[in-house]
């Protein structure tokens, strides 16, 4: 079963304006964490929130997240030209019988912040 | 604060030779995780091991192996290379075994195949 869901796919913005990025899964998890990815570039780790906790801020960034809907949102405010770049949810679920996790990647959206 | 470790962070290939990325997963973290990502595309998920036993694995090619060692680095070996398999490679660490399963991730290898 595929995990962490993104949309929208692309996303276009004014600079200044709020964007906000949902994700979608389908599995109990443990954790979900959200990764930016500038074009090329490595994931830059943005922020955790655990399946015992609902929304996380942190700076610009607000993260909420509801288990019974399996679904997380990044909310981004007051966005930045340097805000452009790809974000991806990926959550961490326990595999069966195991102590082991799994991290899944969704598909990303694609944020554009226009100046 | 150290960080997961992926070397080379560059490497270009001919076609049907064989590469060996590297990664070193921050002190005292026994989960590893390899992925990669195509041009344009999702990380997708490779293989992951614990406490040097492989414990899942993902759509990774029969041509790619991979192990963890005794010092809990891991290595991706790839073999018989083709041009699909240009791509970031990114390792990621967690200390599962500590019940703390966030991912750090490496900057990646980025694979190009000629």
């Known amino acids: 079963s595929q995990q962490g869901e993104e949309d929208p796919q692309a996303l276009s913005i004014q600079e200044g304006e709020n964007a906000t990025m949902n994700c979608s899964y389908k599995?109990?998890?443990?954790?979900l964490q959200w990764y930016r990815q500038n074009s090329g570039r490595g994931l830059v780790h943005l922020i955790l929130?655990?399946?015992?906790?609902r929304e996380k801020h942190s700076g610009r960034l607000r993260v909420t997240l509801d288990t019974s809907k399996k679904s997380s949102s990044l909310l981004i405010t007051a966005s930045r030209a340097a805000d452009t770049a790809s974000y991806f949810c990926?959550?961490?679920?326990?595999?069966?019988?195991?102590?082991?996790?799994?991290?899944?990647f969704g598909p990303g959206t694609s944020l554009s912040v226009i100046p | 604060a150290a960080g997961v470790i992926q070397s080379p962070r560059h490497l270009i290939k001919e076609k049907r030779e064989t590469a060996t990325l590297k990664c070193y997963p921050i002190p005292r973290h026994d989960t590893v995780y390899w992925y990669q990502q195509g041009p344009g595309q999702d990380p997708q998920f490779l293989i992951s091991?614990?406490?040097?036993?492989?414990?899942d694995k993902g759509s990774i090619p029969d041509r790619f192996s991979a192990q963890q060692f005794s010092d809990y680095h891991s290595e991706l070996n790839m073999s018989s290379l083709e041009l699909g398999d240009s791509a970031l490679y990114f390792c990621a660490s967690s200390n599962i075994g500590g019940g703390d399963t966030e991912a750090f991730f490496g900057q990646g290898t980025r694979l190009t195949v000629v």
């Open positions: 990926a959550t961490a679920a326990t595999l069966l019988k195991t102590s082991y996790d799994k991290v899944i």
């Open positions: 599995t109990s998890i443990n954790n």
């Open positions: 091991f614990y406490e040097k036993m492989q414990s």
């Open positions: 929130i655990r399946s015992n906790e």
